[in-house]
Every structure is written in structure tokens, then in C-alpha cells.
């Protein structure tokens, strides 16, 4: 009887084990916080980025203290967020589904629905280049409330440029409700890449036109997370 229960609080704590590893990012690009080692930072944008305090912390999706804070500019059709990386050094991973990219969102103003893209990319290539040149591939999810966190799980949209190294990539670009002239304010936070087995499941959305324009070679500025900085094009 010993040697059943011992067998069975094992099997109980490898169960534990799995589950706490399930939900452990294997990276986190963006979270914002002081004190924390971000894998992206902050690059530029086509609107209007900054990090600011959470307007929700008493959501259990997403209390964190500091998030970050995107205004989508309405006259703008491919509206965007791009932050440098060094750490995916093997893009396959995410094209191939063995890493999924998740991010917390929330929005007051956007129409549930609303499309969101991540884009990896090469910019010493992007900086000059039209779509598709330099877009290594891009992942996207649509959100499905108002008012209240959620995290968003990002599904394989394409592959625009096979010809960029899986480990050339040095940028993440975030595009909001890409293809339309729209506003709206969105929150976002806790970047991070899962283990594919880990995250849901959720049918991507239909796909917005891909972009027939070049992203600006803009003036790089430095933000550090406890500091309330804004920058436009």
C-alpha cells in the first residue's frame, strides 16, 4: 500500500511540474516592468507609444503596474509598433508552430474583432525595402472583448520573404487593425513567446491585404519604462 501511494504522489508532483511549466513563457519580449529583462524594447512607431500605469489593475488577466499604451492614428492604413530584438534566434520555431507568440490586450474603443498582427522581420532590410522584402512572417489573433484584459494567442499568417534568415531577425512589429483606416486606443502587455502545445487553439481571422509600403528608417529614441515618454511621427 506504501509503494502505491508513493507511486501516486509522484505521478501528482510530475503532474504539478507540467502544469507550472506549462504556463512559463519561454520568453518574454515585452512586459514593461522595472527590474525585469525584457527581451525587445521599444523601437518606434507610425502613431503615438508610451509606457504608462495600467488603467485596470484589478483585472486577474493582467494586474502588472506599468503597460503600454498605443493610439492609433485613423489616417494611417498600416498602423504600427516596432520594437528591437535580439533574442529569436531561430524563426522557425514560430513558423513551424513550436513557438506561439501571446499578448495581453485591452481596448475601450476598438470593435471586438478587431485584427492584430505580429510581424518579425529584418530591419536592416525593412528599413528601406517594400513589403515583402525583409517580413520573415507574420502571426495574427483579433480581440473579442471590450473593456477588460485578455490574452491573445497568435496563429501562423504567412510567410512573406522565405528568403530572410531564421536567424536574421532583429525587430517585432505590432500592427493594429492593419489594412484600415480606423482609431483607437490600445493597451498591450506581457509580450511573450509559449510553447505551442501550451496555448489555445483559435481559427485566425481573415487576413487584412499586405501592406505595399516601405517602414520608415525613423530616429531611434531611448524610453525606460518608468518614464512617461511619447513619441509621433
Request: net charge negative; with cysteine.
Given at each position: ?5 508513493s ?6 508532483g510530475?503532474?504539478a511540474?507540467?502544469?507550472a511549466s506549462?504556463?512559463?513563457?519561454a520568453?518574454t519580449?515585452?512586459?514593461?516592468e522595472d527590474?525585469n529583462s525584457?527581451?525587445a ?9 508610451i ?7 484589478n483585472d486577474?488577466?493582467?494586474?502588472s503596474s506599468?503597460v503600454?499604451?498605443y493610439i492609433r492614428h485613423p ?8 520594437f528591437?530584438?535580439a533574442a529569436i534566434?531561430d524563426?522557425s ?5 513550436d513557438l506561439?507568440f501571446?499578448m495581453d490586450v ?8 478587431t485584427?492584430?498582427d505580429i510581424t518579425?522581420e ?11 522584402l ?6 495574427t489573433?483579433v ?9 491573445l494567442?497568435?496563429s501562423k499568417?504567412d510567410?512573406p ?11 517585432i ?12 486606443t490600445?493597451?498591450i502587455d506581457?509580450?511573450v513567446a509559449?510553447a505551442?502545445t501550451?496555448?489555445p487553439?483559435?481559427p485566425?481571422p481573415?487576413?487584412?491585404p499586405?501592406?505595399?509600403?516601405v517602414?520608415p528608417?525613423?530616429p531611434r529614441?531611448?524610453q525606460?519604462?518608468?518614464?512617461h ?5
Open positions: 500500500m506504501m509503494m502505491i501511494n507511486f501516486n504522489l509522484l505521478l501528482a510530475l503532474s511540474l507540467s502544469s506549462a504556463v512559463a513563457p520568453l519580449f515585452l512586459s514593461f527590474g525584457d527581451q524594447a521599444f523601437d518606434r512607431a507610425a502613431g503615438s507609444f509606457y504608462e500605469g495600467n488603467p485596470l489593475t486577474s488577466v493582467n494586474p506599468l503600454g499604451r489616417a494611417i492604413l498600416w498602423d504600427w509598433s516596432l528591437s530584438t534566434n524563426a520555431l514560430y513558423l513551424d508552430g506561439a501571446q485591452l481596448t475601450y474603443d476598438a470593435e471586438i474583432g485584427q492584430i518579425i529584418d530591419t536592416t532590410i525593412t528599413a528601406t525595402e517594400c513589403f515583402p525583409g517580413r520573415h512572417s507574420r502571426y489573433a480581440t473579442s472583448v471590450q473593456g477588460a484584459w485578455e490574452t494567442t497568435f499568417l510567410q520573404d522565405a528568403g530572410v534568415a531564421n536567424d536574421a531577425v532583429s525587430a512589429l505590432i500592427s493594429y487593425a492593419p489594412g484600415q483606416y480606423v482609431s483607437g490600445f493597451y506581457n509580450l509559449v505551442a501550451t496555448a487553439t483559435t485566425p481573415i487576413a487584412a499586405s501592406p505595399p509600403v517602414t528608417l525613423l529614441r531611448t525606460h519604462p518608468s518614464q515618454h511619447s513619441w509621433q511621427k
